[in-house]
């Protein structure tokens, strides 16, 4: 998240993925790597942002799915990373990983634009943590 200095509103940043969803960066552990050092690394390269703050885990989450027929088992820890005062907010979408885009959107039309139940909760608790606000509209 950043704020957004003209107007001191909390703002998102979501990726479109290569199903065409919106929805936050994830990835996985590599050999050795904490958790949130995984989380950290894997924002930089499928955003290009640099320089993060790390502010706390948001939830945990977890589902399955299907993919070439195969039952898949997914567990993802969800971060609040913030932008620090004074830095970028250019972004630049990791192509060779599917990202398509990358915007900053206030938390109304991201919840909106998030297809899953399970993000809008991220994001809700996310806006909480921000803002000290309970947050409307999560499902």
């Known amino acids: 998240m950043r704020v957004d200095p003209s107007s001191d509103q909390p703002l998102v940043l979501l990726i479109r993925d290569s199903y065409d969803n919106w929805g936050?960066?994830?990835g996985h552990l590599e050999p050795g790597e904490s958790p949130t050092h995984a989380a950290i690394r894997e924002v930089e390269e499928e955003t290009g942002l640099t320089g993060l703050e790390l502010h706390g885990l948001i939830d945990t989450i977890d589902w399955w799915f299907r993919l070439?027929?195969?039952l898949i088992h997914k567990v993802c820890d969800f971060y609040l990373m913030m932008v620090p005062p004074g830095g970028s907010w250019s972004t630049t979408p990791q192509d060779a990983e599917g990202i398509s885009a990358c915007e900053w959107v206030p938390y109304e039309p991201a919840l909106t634009?998030?297809?899953y139940a399970?993000?809008?909760e991220v994001l809700?608790?996310?806006y909480q943590m921000v803002t000290g606000a309970q947050a409307d509209g999560a499902a």
Do not use: D, S
């Open 24 to 26: 936050f960066p994830k």
């Open 124 to 126: 809700a608790r996310a």
């Open 118 to 120: 399970n993000a809008k």
């Open 113 to 115: 634009r998030l297809p």
């Open 68 to 70: 070439e027929g195969r």
